[in-house]
T-cell receptor, first 117, second 113 residues
């Protein structure tokens, strides 16, 4: 079956522009995660959804970052007034797990590479 | 704050040997720990999960250990192959409703033919 897909794969934005990054999780997966990965670093947690509920947004670096998952499937990460330090790969992952079961593994998309010039 | 440390240096080994990667964590008591593989330009791929009450887990040529006293996990690849060359990431996590992962920086492994 289809895995996690993300679009666009590459995005170049001028400083100050708004961007929207899309994630299509695996069908039926309850949990959805966004991570930010800088070059040579491990992923950094941004936010977590369980269905449409955003349960944790503690990793969002500023109020310029906003994520939503209105119908509990597709998610969008929006970055307003982009800055150069926002340049990174943005990874989306989905998981079947809820707190009631033991399927913990996360399935990642290929990422969106954002470059802010 | 929670801190995850993996081998900082890249690991170069000869094909056929066993690769051993280390993951140490501080200020943290994870309920389980996952290992992922990441190739350039791709997202991480899940390999193995080990729970706090398990000492060791195996899957084909992979073996993971979890020592909650030492706060350390070791990841072994036996009979390594050039195709095993990648970055390997460890990610401890808490039990409960929030399944977010806290990641190490990763260890780059190169298996030379």
């Amino acid at each position: 079956g289809a895995g996690v897909s993300q679009s666009p794969r590459y995005k170049v934005a001028k400083r100050g522009q708004d961007v929207a990054l899309r994630c299509d999780p695996i069908s039926g997966h309850v949990s959805l995660f966004w991570y930010q990965q800088a070059l040579g670093q491990g992923p950094e947690f941004l936010t977590y959804f369980q269905n449409e509920a955003q349960l944790d947004k503690s990793g969002l670096p500023s109020d310029r970052f906003f994520a939503e998952r209105p119908e509990g499937s597709v998610s969008t990460l929006k970055i307003q007034r982009t800055q150069q330090e926002d340049s990174a790969v943005y990874l989306c992952a989905s998981s079947f797990s809820t707190y009631q079961d033991s399927s913990y593994e996360q399935y990642f998309g290929p990422g969106t590479r954002l470059t802010v010039t | 704050s929670q801190k995850i440390e993996q081998n900082s240096e890249a690991l170069n080994i000869q094909e056929g040997k066993t690769a051993t990667l280390t993951c140490n964590y501080t200020n943290y008591s994870p309920a389980y720990l996952q290992w992922y593989r990441q190739d350039p330009g791709r997202g991480p791929v899940f390999l193995l999960l080990i729970r706090e009450n398990e000492k060791e887990k195996r899957k084909e040529r992979l073996k993971v250990t979890f020592d909650t006293t030492l706060k350390q996990s070791l990841f072994h690849i036996t009979a390594s192959q050039p195709a095993d060359s990648a970055t390997y990431l460890c990610a401890p996590a808490n039990a409960g409703n929030n399944r977010k992962l806290i990641w190490g920086l990763g260890t780059s492994l190169a298996v030379n033919p």
